[in-house]
């Protein structure tokens, strides 16, 4: 990694420039671009890039494609850029092909009844992110969540955080930030001082928070400072006003709550970053280039997706020559991001923490099952399988094993992703973490041999999105599994209309996937999810419900199934799938 | 690249892993695998490339994931690999990222009007095909078709083929070959003796071709002889029963059509190369080793994804063990393997054709609309720009430019994919193969800023699969203009049930998306699509029809469609519904 010029050799512009992180679509090619009035061309991206901005932020693509657009980032970049995505549920919740956790909550729900365990889970999910982000040359995980979620309607954070227990939320996210840290990628917690207590969406509007600071104080500033405590390299602000620590600006432009509260009183000394300054709350109700100017007068380092990236390096440099911002507040922001651009440099690699989370995995599992387990993973393990194996001799042999591989050269490092330790994490999360209830086993009406003779069974899906759903295909568990046993699937979102066909009078398996706060009202896919609730319990025709997503929706239509089989998981992967389904077909599949 | 081995120093053994070319996934990790029985574990890949098959066929994943997957491949291979891939429409048709074309018979249509703009369409089709192809490490492109497709009922071809016009096929095809050799790639020619004029589906069963010797050699086989004579690289076979030439075997089975007819009557000296082998016309009537033996007898010097491929060495192995087949049919077949391997190496790059496509294009360009286009599209093009520019100085030029790139490393080429220029040759087949008719313009029937004030119009889509369709997303034309106009989306797929409204009467926009053939009985989409167009004719409420894909099927509306607004194109891609839609709505958008 090309070493950090110093900083006395770079101008105000310069300066300023690096405390931009800019959007960046994941796909490669223009044509690939979904979102034109925020993801900026391949030639506007390297303009900005030569520029000399701080880093860039990706959205889209697959872990491929991530891969070699992080190489082709970085290859543009005179000073080496930071590179972030939201991957708060592992890498592959954004970018196909890496591992896909559960959301956060799913570990939240094993804590409550075996914390240490959870903890376990949290330190691996972490670990396995920043290896896995690292692959890809990802090198800063926008994570972990430390929002306490105690509003159930909460449409923004809900299942992204740990909980709404301020000691569990603040165990889980420091065992997360360990994990994550046995790794040289940058974490943050977010969204500061949280993002919990609210039913507003900050996407659309600036949500308040009426709370005293004696109840901040009490559950939603102890992750933080847990977070701070376990050493997170950034924390995020958030959008949402605290008339109660000022009266004016939201989180994200007040100079009370990042400097005073957070930087002074909770002594926080690393990177500061906006959430993304194109959100409505701010960029609804500030200039574009006003808001980067107050983030910076209110202690922001890092300007997350600025809607005008020169326009905002423009107005903060003029700021500093109006003497509106002094110039050693521009330079303690840009010490702070060389610090954090040198613990993720090449360098500090070879110092790394060390701890493998494969390593405490293989130790714990040959505690519980014994070699037989472990022999017959290596079976199916490969090349990831005699990796871990030479770093059984100790901490050093795993790392050395992964910085050296095979051939030496980067391109070879996406290959380390998936693997199936990594996935049997998933699983465990997911199991663990399931409900399952009613008369289950259901027992299959018919066994999967005369599938063809019914017609009779229905295998009813209802999903936010069809197009572009990136949990759901032909041979996903969802639709294999009940084809299995002779269901025929009917699939819809939240735009097909909701009609009753009047031959429509079959045993239904209904699988809801919803996530984010659905039952608020007449919107989209809750509604439908509900009415055919409704209707097929009516008519006698719900064999058996699985929710995948929230579990605000499950505790709304439990009263409704009294012994009717249901199952739910935090999940909606495909591995999430077959687990439910498992455990609600007498796990003979 | 590295150097192919002496013939002497091989095996028997070696030599037949090498007659192989095998199926993979061309997704990254195990766990994205869709078809288990077809495509081997990562683990099981790297097993058979280090048993020395030939090559790879590669299905599925992204342009990024192949360009990460081939480099893979050849890692792990002593000889290197022929990786094949199925691009008959652009790169862009299976591997997203990349330039996707409209299917071949949009060309053949334009070429019944102006037959040199189609060569020239076709030369530029196989150019930035074989272009993009090698920037992502596939060195073999399975194309061109130039099966004479004169069966509309024709399940597999279809609009896979130029047309129904032997001589138009055979010129279509020859300017494709040469465009694609002005590149250091293969090209075959599928599928012998000629696939057109069957309506059986070769993928599920044997289809027969009952015409005489003498009529195969008036409309089948002139493209296979154009095609040899343009230098095509390989000859594909035909899982078809033509019993005026063998009665017993199919033509990949058979001596008499391979050998004598393709190999000695028609003298052609390169690759031939038999269809999968998994395919049910073979596997179902023949045994998985036999089927491989068979084929070898026959004449065929590669087995392209045979069901087993380590059974179908041992196989072969034991065939000449026993003297079934001679040792010298084998070594002839390596030989030619040898050869066509030795034109996609390295070095052969260097001394390669040296005809740029783009070249030809400026030229062209400038002739026609002079500078101010030219600078239009540089604006556009950046880094492509660049080297575009500094190819004017001739073929060296540009040739030069592409080996070298900016960091001289292989990894870069994938960044010359999906130039504009290439979109633009889309665009322009498209719009001169396009069909509109009826009272366009369609009038909107109101500005788009009072869209919200309508409920009543809707844009009715028929897809055949909703579910990872690669054509349609949010943001798509087909979705996001007739949504400026106002109109409220409705999808459905060939899963979907037909059921009518009782509030469904309003002025409906239906776009088709249907390939194949689509109108023959009771299955699938088509019946969908049929159902809808009759009832909203009976309604009087169908405004317009939109087809994607099958010209057949327009052909089969057509006559109910007084004069009522139509669009068609052969493409279904999103270039192809902006410019189908531009052509419905007053070219306003």
Redesign the interface.
Known sequence: MRSLPNLDSLSLTELVAQMLVVRASG??????I??PSWEP???KL?RLVELGVGGAILLG?????I??KT??LQ?WATIPLLIAADIEEGVGQRF??ATWFPPPMAIGAIASHNLSLAQTYAAQMGAVTAQEALAIGINWVLAPVVDVNNNPDNPVINVRSFGDNPAIVSQLASAYIQGAKSYPVLTAAKHFPGHGDTAADSHLDLPVIPHSPARLAEIELPPFQAAIAAGVDAVMSAHLLIPSWDAEHPATLSSHILTQQLRQNMGFEGLIVTDALVMGAIANRYGANEAPVLAVEAGADILLMPVDPEGAIQAVCTAVETGRISKERIRASVERIWKAKLQVSGENREQGAGTSWEQGRKTRERGETGETRERGRQGRQ??GGDRGDKGEGGDKGTRETRETGE?GET??T??E??KPEA?AVVNEILSASQVVGGNVPLMPVMPAQSASESQNLRNLIVVD?????DF????APAIALPTLHGYT???CDR???V?F?TDDDCPTLLQLFIRGNPFRGSAGIAQVGQVWVKKLLASGNLQALVVYGSPYVLQQLLPMLPSIPYAFSYGQM?TAQAVSLSALFARSI
């Not at 796909?27 to 690939?32: A, N, R, S, T, V």
């Not at 759901?472 to 041979?475: A, P, V, Y």
Request: hydrophobic share 35%; glycine share 8%; charged share 20%.
């Open positions: 796909y490669l090619f223009d044509h690939q979904l979102y061309t391949t030639d390297k693509g697959s872990a491929a494609e891969a070699l190489q082709q290859s196909a092909g490969g090349r051939t391109r070879e996406i290959f992703l998936a996935f999105e069809l197009l572009g759903c759901l295909h032909r041979k699937t009917q699939l735009h097909t209309p009609v066909e495909p």
